[in-house]
């Protein structure tokens, strides 16, 4: 990995229990190709700064800015609604784009919209809505549903998500043949008076995360499809915080091919938890 020149200022952010370090990258501070190792490194808990993921704000010429999203683990994410959200706080508070922006990401033009510590994004539309699938896990059939939110996840409901073995059997799903070769995310999703719990393992993380808008909005739009719900819908996240999803819905497209969700917006807090200077020694 080529050694940026430090020290490199930062902001750590929270959105909901999803944390992450965004960096303004406008003038550029690390490689291209050391990206990677830079984000697995400085995301470690415990021996650096630690994070579900690093944002890189980057100039564009189609939008307010481009982010460049990198997962713990090093890996390439399309798109993450929490990172998003933090993303549009931060590039507001740096003076980088105003209240009402749009940005780049891999899955497309992100709209967004900061109202002090609330931020909304509208998202990608959902794309590859599969329903009561049923595949084989430890040897036992599980039924579960499937939709990309700019990243793809897998849903499945459950009695007792307490009691739920989220890093095992999301584990064995997130590999799963039927997901292959790109893998998924995993939410387990149990219904909560009005609204829903989601606890949800993530790819390139390797683990339950706190919260996870993409997860937390395909969660949101199955049970919707399912008849459980009906826009908005309210999300408890893994860290008991809470998110909104809101959609259109239309049972059937033009020329009768199925359900389709558009308008869909992510609404919850983006807080930021400290501003700092990375160290070289942040690498060791």
Not at 38 to 59: H, M, P, Q
Not at 78 to 89: I, P, Q, S, V
Not at 148 to 171: Q, S
Not at 219 to 232: D, F
Request: with cysteine; hydrophobic share 45%.
């Amino acid at each position: 990995m080529n050694i940026p020149e430090f020290p490199i200022p930062f902001v750590k952010m929270s959105g909901t229990g999803n944390d992450f370090i965004l960096i303004d990258h406008r003038q550029p501070l690390i490689e291209p190709e050391s990206m990677s190792a830079f984000a697995a490194a400085v995301c470690r808990r415990k021996f650096s700064v630690g994070a579900d993921g690093l944002i890189l704000i980057e100039n564009s010429e189609q939008a307010d800015f481009r982010w460049r999203f990198f997962n713990a683990d090093g890996s390439v994410a399309e798109m993450c609604g929490n990172g998003a959200r933090c993303a549009a706080r931060f590039a507001f508070m740096q003076g980088i784009a105003p209240a009402k922006m749009r940005f780049e990401t891999l899955a497309g033009i992100i709209e967004a919209e900061v109202s002090g510590d609330e931020v909304a994004v509208k998202m990608t539309e959902p794309r590859d809505l599969r329903l009561h699938q049923t595949i084989s896990v430890n040897n036992a059939p599980l039924i579960m549903h499937s939709l990309n939110t700019g990243v793809p996840h897998a849903v499945v409901f459950v009695d007792n998500i307490e009691e739920t073995d989220v890093c095992g059997l999301g584990r064995a799903i997130r590999y799963h043949e039927a997901f292959q070769p790109a893998g998924t995310n995993v939410n387990f999703v149990q219904k909560r008076g009005e609204a829903f719990k989601v606890r949800t393992y993530e790819r390139g993380v390797e683990d339950e995360t706190l919260a996870c808008g993409t997860g937390s909005a395909a969660s949101a739009i199955i049970a919707a499809l399912l008849g459980q719900a009906a826009s908005p819908v309210e999300i408890i996240t893994s860290g008991n915080d809470r998110l909104m999803i809101l959609f259109d819905l239309s049972k059937v497209k033009a020329g009768g091919t199925g359900p389709i969700v558009y308008n869909v917006f992510l609404k919850g807090p983006a807080r930021i938890i400290y501003e700092g200077e990375l160290r070289n020694e942040a690498l060791l």
